[in-house]
């Protein structure tokens, strides 16, 4: 793992959190350290640690001389744990959960609409 890897993650992180969590604007890119500011409370106490990490190495790796002092093997730890909690609720889920809110919203006017029609038939002595 090298330097130029340390930008990707931190993005990386960000764009899940700011899938999961919210916080953006559509059209807008998240960075990690805003992210962090704005929903960073939403993550558990110790993946907020992680997330640090992550955060302070990719503000190190825009000076190459600090860039040399991040702990690899504590930034892929942190990358991977960060990851493992975020991709699960990914775009496929939002999707689905989406389609079947829209599904529910059709099938409950579809009910209300044949409710309407049975009390009309009804008032009017055809059932």
Do not use: C, N
């Amino acid at each position: 793992m090298g330097i130029e890897r340390i930008r990707p993650m931190a993005d990386e992180v960000a764009s899940l959190m700011a899938a999961r969590f919210g916080g953006l604007r559509r059209g807008q890119q998240a960075d990690l350290e805003s992210m962090l500011r704005k929903r960073g409370g939403a993550l558990p106490r110790r993946l907020r640690r992680e997330a640090r990490i992550l955060a302070e190495a990719d503000r190190k790796a825009g000076q190459p001389k600090l860039a040399r002092q991040v702990d690899f093997a504590q930034l892929d730890h942190a990358y991977k744990a960060l990851t493992a909690y975020l991709r699960p609720l990914g775009q496929g889920m939002r999707l689905r959960g989406g389609a079947a809110g829209i599904a529910a919203s059709v099938l409950f006017g579809l009910l209300l609409l044949a409710a309407v029609a049975i009390w009309i038939m009804m008032r009017r002595g055809l059932i």
